[in-house]
């Protein structure tokens, strides 16, 4: 069994930052791909960033510049920093790993999902 369990979320007015984080636990060997997609009401989940165990990002064009994805392998932790938010960021943010178990291969795993919130 594996969670992720994802924290940071909130209101913010336009403009403003917030940090995203989730931390996985449980029957982990290794970890490979962690970052954050989002879905907003009435559309399809889409990929925010990404970052792989060697460092390698991944960004959605909708947030170069805007956000950055560190993540720390010790803790299994990945972060998302968000600044200069906008309305358009609105959405449930989740949490993703590609996880593997001592005796599997890795497998997605998907967090419970936290609400980002874009006062104008």
């Known amino acids: 069994q594996v969670q992720l369990v994802e924290s940071g979320g909130g209101l913010v007015q336009a403009g403003g930052s917030l940090r995203l984080s989730c931390t996985a636990s449980g029957s982990i060997f290794s970890i490979n791909v962690m970052g954050w997609y989002r879905q907003a009401p009435g559309k399809q989940r889409e990929l925010v960033a990404t970052?792989?165990?060697?460092?390698?990002?991944n960004y959605a064009d909708s947030v170069k510049g805007r956000f950055t994805i560190s993540r720390d392998n010790a803790k299994n932790t990945v972060y998302l920093q968000m600044n200069s938010l906008k309305p358009e960021d609105i959405a449930v943010y989740y949490c993703y790993a590609e996880v593997r178990p001592r005796y599997s291969g890795y497998s997605p795993h998907w967090g419970q999902g936290t609400q980002v919130t874009v006062s104008s």
């Open positions: 970052m792989s165990s060697g460092g390698s990002t």
